[in-house]
């Protein structure tokens, strides 16, 4: 399958981008909490950017955030958390991966992380960065959400990128 030098390899390039896609997204959450909460919209950049304190009782956009509290916690919690350790585990454990790849999958498996920590100590996910023009807005969303997002963009670039050598076919037969 792999030798021992591979799985470390893989575990430290895990823990780099877990570490600090939990960090960072930690850190901003509780900046955002001790800055934001109780205090008005700020607006940046010709109100490209607002800076609005929320907590998301859901997932994504709020969705769920109005089933019955065992039922956010089972979905939301154990299945979230269920699928982030199988996801990890394959991500450490495939060798079809490309580098990129295996970042592109923690990153998501971080911000998954982040704000399923965030569930289970307070039930809630705080969110706090809204973009848009106008009335065209995204969601009030946190630095989780842009790992997640940038992992998923990542993972659809290295996909398009032609796989090492190593791991080409020879259909010459």
Same mark, same amino acid.
């Given at each position: *399958? ?22 960072c997204? &930690?850190?901003?959450k ?8 109780? &205090?008005?919209? !700020? ?5 490209l950017?607002?800076l609005?304190?929320a907590? $998301? ?14 039922v ?10 269920l ?7 394959v ?5 079809r991966?490309?580098?990129? &790849? ?9 911000g ?7 569930r289970?100590a ?5 969110d706090?960065? $809204?973009?848009g023009?106008?009335?065209l807005?995204?969601g009030?969303?946190n ?11 990542? *993972? ?5 990128? !032609? ?11």
């Amino acid at each position: *399958m792999f030798d021992a030098r591979t799985l470390r390899v893989r575990a430290g390039l895990a823990l780099l981008v877990l570490g600090t896609s939990v960090g960072c997204d &930690q850190v901003t959450k509780r900046i955002a909490t001790a800055t934001l909460m109780g &205090q008005r919209v !700020k607006s940046y950049a010709g109100d490209l950017v607002r800076l609005e304190y929320a907590r $998301n009782r859901g997932a994504f956009l709020s969705l769920g955030a109005n089933l019955p509290d065992s039922v956010r916690y089972w979905l939301f919690t154990v299945g979230v958390g269920l699928f982030l350790l199988y996801l990890l585990y394959v991500t450490l454990t495939q060798p079809r991966f490309t580098t990129a &790849q295996r970042c592109a999958l923690l990153l998501m498996v971080g911000g998954g992380v982040s704000n399923a920590w965030d569930r289970f100590a307070a039930g809630l996910v705080t969110d706090f960065m $809204n973009l848009g023009i106008g009335s065209l807005r995204t969601g009030i969303f946190n630095v989780a959400d842009l790992a997640i997002v940038g992992g998923v963009a990542l *993972m659809a670039l290295a996909g398009r990128a !032609k796989p090492p050598a190593s791991q080409s076919v020879d259909m010459r037969g």
